[in-house]
């Protein structure tokens, strides 16, 4: 397909096609849903963890973009990340985070843009350990997550006791365990937050493939990671 036949943006350079699937009533609304949704979205770098990068929304204040390589070499975390959301996303299950759309595929052309974000608001240092962080080579497979922004991360919910919050975030993982049969690990406080009603949210995690925990034992693993 010739850049710009899909130039949903007016820059000259193809979207993806995102617009375009809307009006083949063939498809399902996953199959509608490829890079070029995402990019109309991702605006500017907001953080990054260890295997992932987030950015703000250039539609909504309440949205933030995580992307994240899941070829990567140190392990299969990501891959294991991805076949979760897929399964699990539209379920709505109390204590995960809300998200609204997953993608996992390539977008070789959208790599140079996505650095470039990250350029325009950050200094070279962040600029190079987000390059190091993504590792994006050609044909690399990627996971794109649209979720809600959490206004309070880790422990940080001014109305709420540190013991409270912690028990709340206990629960969540017990429930996202009782709910999808998935032991839940690395529940540092970087990978969980609050809302402003105060209901926890987990938004990145590790898939443990040890015994199920209790709720005793997602609230010691939650204190002993804080």
């Known amino acids: 397909m010739p850049t710009g036949e899909n130039d949903d943006f007016g820059d000259g350079v193809d979207s993806g096609g995102v617009y375009d699937a809307h009006f083949d009533d063939k498809r399902s609304d996953d199959e509608r849903i490829n890079w070029g949704y995402f990019r109309a979205h ?23 973009i995580k992307i994240a390589n899941l070829d990567i070499t140190d392990g299969d975390s990501n891959y294991e990340m991805a076949d979760f959301l897929l399964e699990n996303w539209k379920r709505n299950i109390e204590g995960l985070v809300n998200i609204t759309c997953v993608y996992v595929g390539t ?35 990627i996971l794109m997550v649209r979720m809600e922004h959490l206004p309070y991360l880790g422990l940080t919910h001014p109305d709420l006791s540190k013991e ?23 529940l540092k406080p970087a990978n ?31 204190t002993d990671a804080s």
């Open 192 to 222: 969980y937050g609050f809302r402003k009603d105060g209901s926890a949210a987990i938004f990145d995690f590790n898939i443990s493939h040890k015994d199920m925990l209790d709720l005793n034992g997602y609230r010691k693993q939650i």
């Open 42 to 64: 991702i605006d500017l770098y907001y953080d990054m963890g260890e295997y992932g990068v987030i950015y703000t929304d250039k539609r909504s204040p309440y949205h933030v």
């Open 164 to 186: 409270e919050m912690v028990k709340r975030v206990a629960e969540a993982a017990y429930n996202i365990s009782i709910q999808t049969g998935h032991q839940l690990e690395d």
């Open 107 to 141: 977008c070789d052309a959208f790599h140079h843009e996505l650095f470039m974000k990250i350029s325009r608001t950050t200094h070279p240092d962040v600029l190079q350990k987000a390059r190091n962080v993504l590792d994006l080579d050609e044909g690399d497979e």
